[in-house]
């Protein structure tokens, strides 16, 4: 085992902490935090840049310094000058004397505190007061120029009722019977199937299954596009919703949720539906 896995093995150990309880933790599958413990770092399909934020994740949960760790890493695997960090150095310098004067027994007095106004002298209170008035009448007037402006044209110009003939109740009736011809996306797909793209947007930790049998599971990087299809459900699970643009059946879905939230969600051939 090399030195950077048995350190933290042995800082979890000491947290009391069992694989599962640190997956819980850190959303990390166990079996990778098995491998950083193990040293095995070439075993990650992420390569460096998996292997540092894995690092940097489980370090903060070990209560280890993060550069320290992937210092550690560097020196181990690349071979670059491992150095301290500023706080194991820190905690090796000799703490300052305590002085002997008791500080208590000195009395201030205040001629000797200088009081210096955070204001300039022009900028009294009655001036700060003058000048939020002008800006709020002068925001209410650009509100209501701005609300005017808005207005449709037909309704500002709009002439006193009058009598309408037959022949225009007739043309009105005509102009608003036209149905909209617009129609919404549908996402079920014509050969009876469901067809799932994801693309990256950073890098992302997503999990995919067909019904219940796990698919894929890797670290997705930007730019990086998956497909899949499946006669029943596509579920899609990740930690960073924001990171995921998604396509199901053709139609663009936008991101899969918000930065930073662990999401859950499936499609099928007739569109979204509830996670098993």
């Avoid at 070990?62 to 670059?80: F, K, N």
């Avoid at 007095?109 to 002068?138: A, K, N, Q």
């Amino acid at each position: 085992m090399d030195r950077l896995g048995r350190r933290l093995r042995e800082a979890r150990e000491a947290k009391g902490s069992s694989l599962e309880e640190a997956e819980a933790a850190t959303r990390i599958r166990a079996h990778f935090l098995e491998l950083l413990e193990a040293g095995d770092f070439a075993a990650f399909a992420g390569g460096d840049v998996q292997v540092r934020g894995f690092l940097r994740i489980y370090a903060r949960y070990l209560d280890l310094p993060p550069e320290d760790v992937l210092g550690r890493y560097s020196a181990e695997v690349h071979g670059t000058e491992f150095s301290a960090s500023e706080q194991a150095q820190e905690e090796a310098q000799p703490s300052a004397p305590e002085p002997d004067t008791d500080l208590t027994d000195i009395r201030f007095r205040p001629r000797d505190i200088p009081v210096t106004s955070s204001l300039p002298r022009w900028m009294s209170v009655r001036t700060v007061m003058i000048v939020g008035l002008v800006l709020t009448i002068l925001l209410g007037i650009l509100a209501v120029v701005t609300y005017v402006m808005n207005q449709p044209e037909d309704e500002q110009l709009r002439a006193p009722t009058t009598t309408t003939t037959p022949t225009s109740i007739s043309q009105s009736a005509t102009s608003t019977a036209v149905p909209d011809q617009s129609t919404p996306t549908s996402l079920v797909s014509a050969d009876g199937r469901v067809t799932l793209a994801l693309e990256a947007t950073e890098h992302v930790q997503v999990r995919v299954k067909r019904g219940t049998n796990v698919v894929f599971e890797q670290m997705m990087v930007p730019r990086q596009t998956k497909t899949w299809s499946d006669d029943e459900m596509i579920v899609v699970e990740t930690g960073n919703g924001a990171a995921l643009q998604v396509t199901v059946n053709g139609a663009e879905l936008g991101p899969m949720g918000d930065r930073g939230e662990l999401c859950t969600r499936a499609w099928g051939p007739s569109g979204e539906v509830p996670p098993p």
